[in-house]
Protein backbone atom coordinates (compact mmCIF):
# COMPACT_ATOMS: atom_id res chain seq x y z
CA UNK A 1 0.00 0.00 0.00
CA UNK A 2 2.92 2.18 0.94
CA UNK A 3 4.42 1.54 -2.13
CA UNK A 4 1.11 2.20 -4.33
CA UNK A 5 1.07 5.75 -2.72
CA UNK A 6 4.56 6.52 -3.23
CA UNK A 7 4.00 5.59 -7.13
CA UNK A 8 0.74 7.58 -7.43
CA UNK A 9 2.53 10.81 -5.55
CA UNK A 10 5.65 10.41 -8.11
CA UNK A 11 3.08 10.24 -11.14
CA UNK A 12 1.10 12.98 -9.62
CA UNK A 13 4.39 15.19 -9.34
CA UNK A 14 5.29 14.23 -12.64
CA UNK A 15 1.40 15.37 -13.95
CA UNK A 16 1.81 18.57 -12.10
CA UNK A 17 4.99 19.36 -13.66
CA UNK A 18 4.48 18.47 -17.15
CA UNK A 19 1.14 20.62 -16.97
CA UNK A 20 3.35 23.67 -15.49
CA UNK A 21 6.20 23.17 -18.35
CA UNK A 22 2.99 22.81 -20.68
CA UNK A 23 1.80 26.48 -19.48
CA UNK A 24 4.63 27.86 -19.34
CA UNK A 25 6.05 26.53 -23.07
CA UNK A 26 2.57 28.23 -24.52
CA UNK A 27 3.13 31.58 -22.35
CA UNK A 28 6.39 31.85 -23.93
CA UNK A 29 5.62 31.05 -27.39
CA UNK A 30 2.50 33.81 -26.78
CA UNK A 31 5.12 35.75 -25.86
CA UNK A 32 7.31 35.34 -28.96
CA UNK A 33 4.38 35.91 -31.00
CA UNK A 34 3.40 39.33 -29.05
CA UNK A 35 6.88 40.68 -29.22
CA UNK A 36 7.09 39.78 -33.15
CA UNK A 37 3.80 41.88 -33.56
CA UNK A 38 4.92 44.56 -31.45
CA UNK A 39 8.02 45.20 -33.46
CA UNK A 40 5.84 45.24 -36.71
CA UNK A 41 3.10 47.39 -35.21
CA UNK A 42 5.20 49.56 -33.28
CA UNK A 43 3.99 52.78 -34.77
CA UNK A 44 0.51 52.01 -34.07
CA UNK A 45 1.60 50.59 -30.80
CA UNK A 46 2.69 53.92 -29.57
CA UNK A 47 -0.46 55.85 -29.43
CA UNK A 48 -1.19 55.61 -25.51
CA UNK A 49 -4.73 53.96 -25.74
CA UNK A 50 -3.66 50.95 -28.04
CA UNK A 51 -0.44 50.57 -25.55
CA UNK A 52 -2.79 50.78 -22.57
CA UNK A 53 -5.16 47.72 -23.77
CA UNK A 54 -1.86 45.89 -25.24
CA UNK A 55 0.02 46.06 -22.00
CA UNK A 56 -3.06 45.30 -19.96
CA UNK A 57 -3.40 41.95 -22.21
CA UNK A 58 -0.44 41.35 -21.30
CA UNK A 59 -0.67 41.88 -17.74
CA UNK A 60 -3.42 39.50 -17.52
CA UNK A 61 -1.88 36.54 -18.94
CA UNK A 62 1.47 37.30 -16.66
CA UNK A 63 -0.69 37.53 -13.68
CA UNK A 64 -2.99 34.41 -14.42
CA UNK A 65 0.65 32.06 -15.10
CA UNK A 66 1.57 33.51 -11.48
CA UNK A 67 -1.69 32.85 -10.30
CA UNK A 68 -1.94 36.70 -9.16
CA UNK A 69 -5.11 38.56 -9.36
CA UNK A 70 -4.37 41.56 -11.60
CA UNK A 71 -6.39 44.95 -10.72
CA UNK A 72 -6.71 47.40 -13.66
CA UNK A 73 -4.76 50.22 -13.91
CA UNK A 74 -5.48 53.69 -14.44
CA UNK A 75 -3.99 55.27 -17.92
CA UNK A 76 0.62 55.33 -17.46
CA UNK A 77 1.15 55.80 -21.10
CA UNK A 78 4.99 56.16 -20.50
CA UNK A 79 5.12 52.95 -18.57
CA UNK A 80 2.98 51.22 -21.22
CA UNK A 81 6.03 52.65 -23.77
CA UNK A 82 8.65 51.74 -21.91
CA UNK A 83 7.53 47.97 -21.88
CA UNK A 84 6.95 47.68 -25.21
CA UNK A 85 10.79 47.94 -25.90
CA UNK A 86 11.47 45.74 -23.35
CA UNK A 87 8.88 42.83 -24.50
CA UNK A 88 10.64 43.05 -27.90
CA UNK A 89 14.45 42.97 -25.91
CA UNK A 90 13.06 39.87 -23.97
CA UNK A 91 10.15 38.56 -25.51
CA UNK A 92 11.95 37.78 -28.61
CA UNK A 93 14.94 35.39 -27.49
CA UNK A 94 12.36 34.20 -24.21
CA UNK A 95 10.38 33.27 -27.03
CA UNK A 96 12.43 31.73 -29.67
CA UNK A 97 14.19 29.56 -26.68
CA UNK A 98 10.55 27.80 -26.00
CA UNK A 99 9.58 27.26 -29.72
CA UNK A 100 13.21 25.99 -30.38
CA UNK A 101 12.33 23.19 -27.73
CA UNK A 102 8.91 22.96 -29.01
CA UNK A 103 9.93 22.52 -32.39
CA UNK A 104 12.63 19.71 -31.91
CA UNK A 105 9.99 17.93 -29.63
CA UNK A 106 7.56 17.78 -32.22
CA UNK A 107 10.42 17.05 -35.09
CA UNK A 108 12.04 14.04 -32.87
CA UNK A 109 8.44 12.38 -33.01
CA UNK A 110 8.12 12.76 -36.52
CA UNK A 111 11.33 11.64 -37.57
CA UNK A 112 10.60 8.25 -35.34
CA UNK A 113 7.69 7.61 -37.46
CA UNK A 114 9.38 8.84 -40.29
CA UNK A 115 12.55 7.56 -40.07
CA UNK A 116 13.06 6.50 -43.95
CA UNK A 117 12.18 9.58 -44.78
CA UNK A 118 14.71 11.15 -42.83
CA UNK A 119 17.76 8.90 -42.59
CA UNK A 120 20.30 11.04 -42.17
CA UNK A 121 18.21 13.51 -39.30
CA UNK A 122 20.31 15.77 -37.24
CA UNK A 123 19.54 13.68 -33.85
CA UNK A 124 21.57 14.92 -30.41
CA UNK A 125 25.19 14.59 -30.34
CA UNK A 126 24.81 11.67 -27.54
CA UNK A 127 22.81 9.72 -30.13
CA UNK A 128 24.09 10.68 -33.61
CA UNK A 129 24.01 7.33 -35.36
CA UNK A 130 22.14 7.38 -38.33
CA UNK A 131 18.62 5.49 -37.83
CA UNK A 132 18.30 2.01 -39.43
CA UNK A 133 15.66 0.46 -38.65
CA UNK A 134 12.21 0.74 -36.28
CA UNK A 135 14.05 -0.47 -33.24
CA UNK A 136 16.80 2.52 -33.26
CA UNK A 137 14.32 4.87 -34.18
CA UNK A 138 12.36 4.10 -31.58
CA UNK A 139 15.22 3.65 -28.93
CA UNK A 140 16.96 7.09 -30.18
CA UNK A 141 13.88 9.37 -30.35
CA UNK A 142 12.58 7.52 -26.68
CA UNK A 143 16.23 9.02 -25.50
CA UNK A 144 15.58 12.70 -27.97
CA UNK A 145 11.90 12.95 -26.31
CA UNK A 146 13.68 12.38 -22.37
CA UNK A 147 16.69 14.51 -22.83
CA UNK A 148 14.25 17.21 -24.53
CA UNK A 149 11.34 16.68 -21.79
CA UNK A 150 13.53 17.67 -19.01
CA UNK A 151 15.52 20.55 -20.55
CA UNK A 152 12.31 21.75 -21.15
CA UNK A 153 11.04 21.22 -17.32
CA UNK A 154 14.03 22.69 -16.14
CA UNK A 155 14.10 25.99 -18.82
CA UNK A 156 10.79 26.85 -19.53
CA UNK A 157 9.42 27.25 -16.14
CA UNK A 158 11.63 29.44 -14.46
CA UNK A 159 12.26 31.52 -17.80
CA UNK A 160 8.73 32.12 -18.17
CA UNK A 161 7.57 32.56 -14.77
CA UNK A 162 11.10 35.36 -14.84
CA UNK A 163 9.42 36.87 -17.54
CA UNK A 164 6.14 37.51 -16.18
CA UNK A 165 7.18 38.82 -13.19
CA UNK A 166 9.40 41.33 -15.07
CA UNK A 167 6.01 42.26 -16.82
CA UNK A 168 4.30 42.63 -13.93
CA UNK A 169 7.05 44.77 -11.99
CA UNK A 170 7.54 47.10 -15.06
CA UNK A 171 3.98 47.47 -15.04
CA UNK A 172 2.87 48.12 -11.75
CA UNK A 173 1.46 51.46 -10.82
CA UNK A 174 4.43 53.86 -8.73
CA UNK A 175 3.60 54.52 -5.25
CA UNK A 176 2.29 57.58 -6.79
CA UNK A 177 0.21 56.18 -9.32
CA UNK A 178 -1.45 54.25 -6.46
CA UNK A 179 -1.97 57.20 -4.46
CA UNK A 180 -3.78 59.51 -6.75
CA UNK A 181 -5.76 55.70 -7.88
CA UNK A 182 -6.53 55.63 -4.05
CA UNK A 183 -7.76 59.42 -3.60
CA UNK A 184 -9.93 58.85 -7.13
CA UNK A 185 -11.35 56.10 -5.54
CA UNK A 186 -11.50 57.89 -1.83
CA UNK A 187 -13.35 60.73 -3.91
CA UNK A 188 -15.95 58.47 -5.52
CA UNK A 189 -16.81 56.65 -2.62
CA UNK A 190 -17.60 59.77 -0.17
CA UNK A 191 -20.00 60.77 -3.52
CA UNK A 192 -21.47 58.08 -3.25
CA UNK A 193 -21.83 57.54 0.43
CA UNK A 194 -22.86 61.33 0.96
CA UNK A 195 -25.80 60.21 -2.09
CA UNK A 196 -26.59 57.89 0.25
CA UNK A 197 -26.22 59.16 3.11
CA UNK A 198 -29.50 62.05 1.61
CA UNK A 199 -30.95 58.78 0.20
CA UNK A 200 -31.28 57.48 3.40
CA UNK A 201 -32.55 60.42 5.67
CA UNK A 202 -35.10 60.91 2.84
CA UNK A 203 -36.21 57.34 3.17
CA UNK A 204 -36.54 57.80 7.19
CA UNK A 205 -38.25 60.86 6.95
CA UNK A 206 -40.79 59.97 4.45
CA UNK A 207 -41.21 56.40 6.53
CA UNK A 208 -41.77 58.83 10.15
CA UNK A 209 -44.19 61.21 7.99
CA UNK A 210 -46.24 58.97 6.48
CA UNK A 211 -46.47 56.39 8.66
CA UNK A 212 -45.76 57.04 12.51
CA UNK A 213 -46.46 60.94 12.42
CA UNK A 214 -50.03 60.05 10.75
CA UNK A 215 -50.55 57.45 13.06
CA UNK A 216 -50.03 59.75 15.97
CA UNK A 217 -51.77 62.77 14.68
CA UNK A 218 -55.00 60.18 13.99
CA UNK A 219 -54.13 59.43 18.00
CA UNK A 220 -54.17 63.00 19.25
CA UNK A 221 -57.56 63.60 17.26
CA UNK A 222 -59.53 60.29 18.37
CA UNK A 223 -58.45 61.97 22.06
CA UNK A 224 -59.31 65.44 21.40
CA UNK A 225 -62.66 64.07 19.83
CA UNK A 226 -62.97 61.60 23.11
CA UNK A 227 -62.64 64.70 25.38
CA UNK A 228 -65.25 66.40 24.17
CA UNK A 229 -67.77 63.57 23.77
CA UNK A 230 -66.91 61.93 26.88
CA UNK A 231 -69.99 64.33 29.23
CA UNK A 232 -72.82 63.41 26.55
CA UNK A 233 -71.66 60.07 25.77
CA UNK A 234 -69.30 57.80 28.12
CA UNK A 235 -69.73 54.95 26.10
CA UNK A 236 -68.54 56.33 22.81
CA UNK A 237 -65.55 58.01 24.20
CA UNK A 238 -64.41 55.27 25.56
CA UNK A 239 -64.29 53.41 22.00
CA UNK A 240 -62.47 56.10 20.81
CA UNK A 241 -59.69 55.83 23.99
CA UNK A 242 -59.51 52.34 23.35
CA UNK A 243 -59.29 52.70 19.40
CA UNK A 244 -56.33 55.06 19.71
CA UNK A 245 -54.53 52.83 21.98
CA UNK A 246 -54.81 50.05 19.63
CA UNK A 247 -52.89 52.71 16.92
CA UNK A 248 -50.54 53.58 19.86
CA UNK A 249 -49.41 49.94 19.54
CA UNK A 250 -49.67 49.78 16.01
CA UNK A 251 -47.51 53.55 15.90
CA UNK A 252 -44.84 51.48 18.10
CA UNK A 253 -44.34 48.68 15.76
CA UNK A 254 -44.03 51.14 12.64
CA UNK A 255 -41.61 53.13 14.70
CA UNK A 256 -39.93 50.04 15.70
CA UNK A 257 -39.36 49.08 12.27
CA UNK A 258 -37.85 52.24 11.24
CA UNK A 259 -35.19 52.35 14.06
CA UNK A 260 -34.68 48.63 12.72
CA UNK A 261 -33.79 49.86 9.74
CA UNK A 262 -31.35 52.00 11.36
CA UNK A 263 -29.56 49.79 13.49
CA UNK A 264 -31.25 46.62 14.82
CA UNK A 265 -31.77 46.02 18.55
CA UNK A 266 -30.90 42.69 18.30
CA UNK A 267 -27.41 43.85 17.24
CA UNK A 268 -27.53 45.50 20.83
CA UNK A 269 -29.16 43.07 22.40
CA UNK A 270 -27.23 39.86 21.43
CA UNK A 271 -24.42 41.13 19.26
CA UNK A 272 -23.40 39.75 16.02
CA UNK A 273 -23.34 36.45 16.69
CA UNK A 274 -26.45 36.44 17.88
CA UNK A 275 -28.40 38.75 15.64
CA UNK A 276 -26.94 36.36 12.79
CA UNK A 277 -27.96 32.77 14.92
CA UNK A 278 -31.56 34.80 15.00
CA UNK A 279 -31.79 35.89 11.65
CA UNK A 280 -30.72 32.24 9.94
CA UNK A 281 -33.53 30.67 12.20
CA UNK A 282 -36.33 32.32 10.17
CA UNK A 283 -34.63 32.30 7.47
CA UNK A 284 -36.35 30.93 4.07
CA UNK A 285 -33.97 28.34 3.60
CA UNK A 286 -31.76 26.10 5.67
CA UNK A 287 -28.45 28.05 6.72
CA UNK A 288 -25.31 26.81 7.93
CA UNK A 289 -24.00 29.13 10.17
CA UNK A 290 -20.32 29.40 11.49
CA UNK A 291 -19.01 32.33 13.51
CA UNK A 292 -15.41 32.42 14.39
CA UNK A 293 -13.94 34.67 16.75
CA UNK A 294 -15.07 37.90 16.49
CA UNK A 295 -13.49 40.05 19.47
CA UNK A 296 -14.63 43.68 19.62
CA UNK A 297 -16.50 44.76 16.58
CA UNK A 298 -17.37 48.64 16.13
CA UNK A 299 -21.43 48.77 16.26
CA UNK A 300 -21.53 50.20 12.27
CA UNK A 301 -19.35 47.42 11.03
CA UNK A 302 -21.60 45.06 12.75
CA UNK A 303 -24.85 46.99 11.10
CA UNK A 304 -23.02 46.26 7.77
CA UNK A 305 -22.59 42.58 8.16
CA UNK A 306 -26.03 42.07 9.53
CA UNK A 307 -27.84 43.99 6.83
CA UNK A 308 -25.59 41.89 4.39
CA UNK A 309 -26.47 38.54 5.67
CA UNK A 310 -30.43 40.25 5.65
CA UNK A 311 -30.52 41.40 2.47
CA UNK A 312 -28.50 38.47 0.79
CA UNK A 313 -30.71 35.98 2.55
CA UNK A 314 -33.79 37.84 1.29
CA UNK A 315 -32.87 37.35 -2.33
CA UNK A 316 -31.93 34.14 -1.53
CA UNK A 317 -35.21 32.85 -0.73
CA UNK A 318 -37.13 35.19 -2.95
CA UNK A 319 -34.66 34.54 -6.47
CA UNK A 320 -33.02 32.04 -6.20
CA UNK A 321 -34.45 28.59 -6.17
CA UNK A 322 -32.03 27.52 -3.65
CA UNK A 323 -32.12 24.93 -1.61
CA UNK A 324 -29.43 25.94 1.29
CA UNK A 325 -27.07 28.51 1.99
CA UNK A 326 -24.19 29.06 4.48
CA UNK A 327 -22.64 32.08 6.34
CA UNK A 328 -19.19 32.45 7.43
CA UNK A 329 -18.01 34.92 9.39
CA UNK A 330 -14.82 35.68 11.36
CA UNK A 331 -12.22 37.88 12.24
CA UNK A 332 -9.16 38.15 10.90
CA UNK A 333 -6.86 40.77 12.58
CA UNK A 334 -7.97 44.30 12.21
CA UNK A 335 -10.45 42.62 9.27
CA UNK A 336 -13.87 41.25 9.57
CA UNK A 337 -14.33 38.76 6.63
CA UNK A 338 -17.71 37.56 5.79
CA UNK A 339 -18.77 35.00 3.35
CA UNK A 340 -22.40 34.12 2.18
CA UNK A 341 -23.48 31.50 -0.57
CA UNK A 342 -25.81 29.53 -2.13
CA UNK A 343 -26.33 26.91 -4.22
CA UNK A 344 -29.31 28.49 -6.10
CA UNK A 345 -29.53 29.43 -10.18
CA UNK A 346 -26.88 32.46 -9.88
CA UNK A 347 -27.19 35.46 -11.97
CA UNK A 348 -27.27 37.65 -8.77
CA UNK A 349 -25.95 41.40 -9.66
CA UNK A 350 -24.71 44.48 -7.75
CA UNK A 351 -26.69 46.80 -10.24
CA UNK A 352 -27.41 50.25 -9.64
CA UNK A 353 -30.39 50.29 -7.44
CA UNK A 354 -31.26 47.01 -6.28
CA UNK A 355 -30.38 45.85 -2.96
CA UNK A 356 -26.51 44.42 -3.36
CA UNK A 357 -26.50 47.81 -4.86
CA UNK A 358 -26.88 49.50 -1.78
CA UNK A 359 -25.04 47.26 0.36
CA UNK A 360 -22.40 48.00 -2.17
CA UNK A 361 -22.84 51.52 -1.28
CA UNK A 362 -22.65 50.63 3.07
CA UNK A 363 -19.43 48.57 2.48
CA UNK A 364 -18.06 51.10 0.74
CA UNK A 365 -19.36 53.64 3.17
CA UNK A 366 -16.81 52.39 5.74
CA UNK A 367 -13.81 51.69 3.00
CA UNK A 368 -14.83 48.12 2.85
CA UNK A 369 -14.15 45.41 0.02
CA UNK A 370 -17.37 44.10 -1.52
CA UNK A 371 -17.54 41.14 -4.36
CA UNK A 372 -20.36 39.26 -5.97
CA UNK A 373 -19.71 35.77 -7.45
CA UNK A 374 -22.78 34.49 -9.64
CA UNK A 375 -22.37 33.04 -12.67
CA UNK A 376 -25.60 31.52 -14.32
CA UNK A 377 -26.26 28.59 -13.16
CA UNK A 378 -24.74 29.20 -9.48
CA UNK A 379 -23.54 29.01 -6.92
CA UNK A 380 -23.55 32.54 -5.75
CA UNK A 381 -21.06 33.68 -3.43
CA UNK A 382 -20.63 37.15 -1.56
CA UNK A 383 -18.10 37.95 0.35
CA UNK A 384 -17.12 41.37 2.06
CA UNK A 385 -13.88 42.66 4.22
CA UNK A 386 -14.76 45.29 6.71
CA UNK A 387 -11.69 47.09 8.42
CA UNK A 388 -12.55 47.07 12.58
CA UNK A 389 -10.16 49.78 13.42
Known amino acids: MEATNQVHGMLGAVGERSLKTWRSGVYLIGVLAAAATTLVALPLLCMPS ?11 HAGALLGRPVEPR ?15 GLGLPSGALAALLAGCLLFTSVTALLWWTFPGAPWLPVVSNPITDWGSAISL ?12 ALILPPLAH ?18 VERVTELTKTRVDVLQAHSSELRRIERDL ?21 YADDPEAAAALVRRAQVETEDAMTELR ?12 DQGLAGALATLTARAGVPVRLEVGPLGQVPAAVEAVAYFAATETLANTARHSGATEASIRVARDGALLRMRIADNGIGGAVA ?17 GAFKVDSPTGGPTVLTLELSCV
Open 74 to 88: SRVPHRNIAWLAVQI
Open 50 to 60: LAQRWAERHRR
Open 257 to 268: TVIHTIYPPVLA
Open 351 to 367: DRGTGLDGLRRRVAALD
Open 141 to 152: SAVNLAVLSVLS
Open 209 to 229: HDGVQARLVAIALRLGVADDT
Open 162 to 179: AHARCCLALLAPSTEERL
